[in-house]
């Protein structure tokens, strides 16, 4: 390695210098921000994490990457998603019985809102069944909620995710994303206008921990000709309140 080019060159320089970056996050990261802050290529970056992964010393979320907390059997994500589930199940309850919609319960994970649960009529089973168990966070109201209640996420998303739509309705730029999570800040709640799915609307809102970050967002969804998402802010918005308030000690 010369004094022009700080670029290490040995595997072991190469995986410090990884390690080191994901350690300085709390958060997982991605591929290209890794490649960016240790100036390796991002072929190369990948190839290390793989290995890392494969060693247990990091553990994937989606397209983004964190140091190992606990082994993967020990992993506390799934853990905390089943106490999440559990605890916010009456919730969901509640939502499902005095709206009739579709209520979902989602988390983030990496690039992605992954649903927990979901509460549905009969009638709307081939829709559900046409949907992904992930959905990337900017094409739907649980995913926008998410990031607009988790700022390091939001941020994160902005400068990395790819933004490519589900829907012709769908958010494909930064500009327009960026909008809409200061929207959803002041709203309190995230809508879909048929980004997830044509022909559904849907609106969520977040359940947040003690510091105001989002752990997880309740949904309510239904077809665009029987479904108003403004009749159901205000219920969602306060049960989401008081799931907000029985979930304190998970976080």
């Given at each position: 390695m010369s004094a022009s080019d700080p670029t290490p060159r040995g595997v072991a320089a190469k995986l410090i210098l990884v390690l080191h970056e994901l350690a300085a996050h709390r958060e997982p990261t991605g591929v290209t921000h890794l490649s960016r802050r240790t100036r390796l290529p991002k072929t190369t970056v990948h190839r290390l994490l793989a290995d890392l992964e494969a060693a247990g010393v990091v553990h994937r979320a989606g397209r983004r990457y964190a140091l190992a907390q606990a082994p993967a059997w020990q992993d506390p994500a799934p853990v905390r998603e089943s106490r999440l589930r559990k605890v916010l199940k009456p919730y969901l309850?509640?939502?499902?019985?005095?709206?009739?919609?579709?209520?979902?319960?989602a988390t983030a994970n990496g690039d992605t809102a992954r649903f927990l649960d979901l509460l549905y009529p009969h009638r709307f089973t081939e829709a559900i069944l046409r949907t992904a168990a992930s959905v990337p966070l900017h094409c739907t109201a649980t995913g926008k909620a998410l990031l607009a209640f988790d700022p390091d996420a939001a941020e994160r998303y902005l400068?990395?995710?790819?933004?490519?739509?589900?829907?012709?309705?769908?958010?494909?730029?930064?500009?327009?994303?960026?909008q809409a999570i200061v929207e959803v800040r002041l709203r309190g709640v995230a809508l879909d206008r048929e980004e997830h799915l044509l022909g559904f609307w849907g609106v969520a809102a977040p359940v947040t921990g003690r510091r105001g970050t989002a752990l997880a967002a309740v949904g309510l969804a239904g077809p665009v000709r029987?479904?108003?998402?403004?009749?159901?802010?205000?219920?969602?918005?306060?049960?989401a309140r008081a799931a907000s308030a029985a979930v304190r000690g998970l976080d």
């Open positions: 309850l509640e939502l499902y019985e005095r709206s009739g919609h579709v209520v979902s319960l400068r990395e995710a790819d933004l490519t739509p589900l829907t012709r309705n769908g958010i494909a730029t930064r500009d327009d994303l960026d029987s479904f108003q998402p403004a009749e159901h802010v205000a219920h969602l918005r306060s049960v």
